[in-house]
């Protein structure tokens, strides 16, 4: 298991750097194609498409990506996996909950993008880029996703469809509460995916885990190292 704590390591680092390196663009040499170009009309056509239903909707959708939501969501299924002796799943989870809580504070403190200056509908303070929730969103629903497509049943195709739903409402949730532009819930939700994809490439990729298999079941039966 020390390789792919290694992987995650470097993996880690690597994202942060292109991270930061993202968000300097954003703000820099490409602001006036992105943020003129996409970030104030898209925050001005949400301003003006605001209703009251929405509003308690979005309100609502943005604490699925709350940092106690995710924290939760994915430490119980690490501690899921550990009980049922699957070293492998229970480090996938476990990473999950830890890039959610670290990568996306560490690049918003390189980048120092203020939040946008709008009408808010929700009280908040802190940086912009990267949005916090839409990053542990992509990582919380994303690893769920992850394992609800090693189940054989056709619910598998529903759950996964649900969980890319939420990360997906989750990010859109946040600039329709006006707390983050289009391109900072991009950059979250690309993180994210990436950190997803990083982690079942460190630990669910060598074969220990039989496509088509369903981790709990997997798991009773030991065939999960």
């Known amino acids: 298991m020390r390789r792919p704590f290694v992987l995650m390591a470097g993996g880690a680092l690597l994202l942060v750097l292109v991270g930061w390196a993202a968000g300097e663009l954003v703000t820099g040499a490409f602001a006036s194609l992105l943020v003129d170009g996409?970030?104030?009309p898209a925050m001005r056509w949400v301003a003006d498409h605001r209703n009251d239903v929405l509003d308690d909707a979005m309100r609502a959708v943005t604490h699925l990506g709350d940092r106690i939501v995710v924290v939760v969501a994915s430490g119980a299924t690490a501690v899921?996996?550990?009980v049922h002796r699957s070293r492998r799943w229970a480090a996938f989870f476990?990473?999950?909950v830890l890039g959610s809580v670290l990568l996306s504070g560490t690049i918003k403190q390189l980048v120092d993008r203020p939040r946008p200056d709008v009408d808010r509908l929700v009280e908040i303070g802190g940086l912009a880029f990267p949005s916090g929730h839409a990053t542990a969103a992509a990582i919380c629903y994303g690893s769920l996703l992850v394992a609800a497509l090693?189940?054989?049943t056709r619910p598998r195709i529903?759950?996964?469809v649900v969980c890319g739903t939420v990360a997906v409402a989750v990010a859109?949730?946040?600039v329709w509460l006006g707390v983050h532009y289009p391109t900072d819930v991009v950059a979250g939700s690309t993180l994210g995916s990436a950190?997803?994809?990083?982690?079942?490439?460190?630990f669910l990729r060598e074969g220990n885990v039989r496509p088509g298999v369903y981790p709990a079941r997997a798991w009773r039966r030991g065939r999960v190292a």
């Not at 950190?195 to 460190?202: K, P, R, S």
């Open 38 to 40: 996409i970030d104030r």
């Open 172 to 174: 859109a949730s946040r």
């Open 94 to 96: 476990l990473t999950a």
């Open 158 to 160: 529903a759950v996964a």
């Open 150 to 152: 090693t189940v054989r």
């Open 195 to 202: 950190w997803v994809g990083l982690a079942y490439l460190a």
């Open 80 to 82: 899921s996996a550990a």
